[in-house]
């Protein structure tokens, strides 16, 4: 049963993941002229409103991590979500921990970079205060947090672990 939760959980976190990227994450990397004046809208209130200037004017670090995003995890949520939306797909537990090593890497960058460095008030204002920093944090938060879940999940459970299962299958034997 909880491993079923956790399962519904890493559907919707990847099946979500597909528009967020499409349509907010890679207005970073491709012309405005590629997105519709409401999706360009969409993403500067929420970098004005979270105070995010890291979408609408991105350092080059920050668009190596988009534009990873595109060429090795877009085409992986899918499949994901579709592994655990079906569950148990045994499959799944290396592209997961893959997935879930890389996501958790670039994550603590962007979170450094979040809490340490001094942004500029213009052209795009970023944090200035500890409580602006930790919501823009919090925003961030859920994509180190779920990747971890994912892989203590994929290590750890013994529907996904191998090794517990025939470490199992050696006992009753």
Known sequence: ?????????????????????????????????????????VLRWYAEEFRDPMVLDPPHWFKSFIFCEALFQMPFFPVAAYAFLKGGCKWIRTPAIVYSVHVATTLLPILAHILFYQFPLEPHPGPQTL???????????????????????MLLSSTYNSASTSANAKKKN
Do not use: N
């Open 1 to 41: 049963m909880a491993l079923r939760v956790l399962e519904i959980i890493f559907f919707l976190y990847f099946a979500s993941h597909i528009p967020i990227t499409l349509f907010i994450d890679l207005q970073a990397l491709l012309p405005a002229h590629v997105y519709p004046q409401q999706l360009r809208d």
């Open 131 to 153: 409580q602006e920093r930790w919501l823009l944090v919090s925003i961030y938060a859920p994509y180190l947090l779920v990747p971890l879940l994912l892989l203590f999940t």
